[in-house]
């Protein structure tokens, strides 16, 4: 059981160019959300899904876009990278219906933009 | 709305002794917590969770936490540190569908 993948693990971006971080889940969740983390400040959610064709704003949603076309799949786009994007990345999942269930994390993906 | 908030970014504790990592949390409604740990250049794994039901709730690697509502407060313990628990340490809360908000983050550190 594979869980949460992310890719790439490891990314160098110039400022304005863009990107695609990949997600996928093998678990049949629900529910699909990005975070970034960032020193000090914990993670912050970015977007989340809550099933296919369904998405919808977290707290830094501002130069992020995701869609939803399948249950497994959560890609999250960069469209103009921005140093202040540096940071690392996790995507999560965890099925629904029940705010206490365990959200699951991949390995992190880990971006710089110079 | 709902807030988490972690006393002390770092905390060091000699092997063997009592770990004490604090949370505090505000929720508009009834609460479910969890404690999460990370592993230099890993993703985050459950240690624990409280949902409903007994207010002290033990979790894996020896840890665990208790709820108690009067002070909002799931501090998470456990009685004889290790070398393997250094990591960091998360707390979490979420009163709604689904939206999980994270504290900043606890730095455990094991001197031997």
């Known amino acids: 059981n594979a869980g949460v993948t992310q890719t790439p693990k490891f990314q160098v971006l110039k400022t304005g160019q863009s990107m695609t971080l990949q997600c996928a889940q093998d678990?049949?969740?629900?529910?699909m959300s990005w975070y970034r983390q960032d020193p000090g400040m914990g993670l912050r959610l970015i977007h989340y899904?809550?099933?296919?064709?369904?998405?919808d704003q977290g707290e830094v949603p501002n130069g992020y876009n995701v869609s939803r076309s399948t249950t497994e799949d959560f890609p999250l786009r960069l469209l103009s990278a921005a140093p202040s994007q540096t940071s690392v990345y996790f995507c999560?999942?965890?099925?629904?219906?029940?705010?206490?269930?365990?959200?699951?994390f991949g390995e992190g993906s880990w971006l710089t933009v110079v | 709305a709902q807030s988490v908030t972690q006393l002390g970014s770092h905390v060091s504790v000699s092997e063997g002794a009592l770990v004490l990592l604090r949370c505090n949390y505000s929720?508009?409604?009834?609460?479910?917590l969890f404690w999460y740990v990370q592993y230099p250049n890993q993703g985050l794994q459950l240690l624990l969770k409280?949902?409903?039901?007994?207010?002290l709730v033990k979790g894996i690697n020896g840890f665990e936490a208790e709820f108690k509502k009067s002070e909002t407060s799931f501090h998470l313990t456990k009685p004889s540190a290790h070398m393997s628990d250094a990591a960091e340490y998360f707390c979490?809360?979420?009163?709604?569908?689904?939206?999980?908000?994270f504290g900043t983050g606890t730095k455990l550190q094991v001197i031997p």
């Open positions: 409280y949902t409903t039901g007994a207010t």
């Open positions: 678990m049949n969740h629900e529910y």
């Open positions: 929720s508009s409604v009834p609460p479910y």
């Open positions: 979490a809360v979420t009163g709604g569908y689904q939206k999980v908000t």
């Open positions: 999560a999942s965890s099925s629904t219906g029940n705010s206490g269930n365990t959200i699951y």
């Open positions: 899904s809550v099933g296919a064709g369904i998405t």
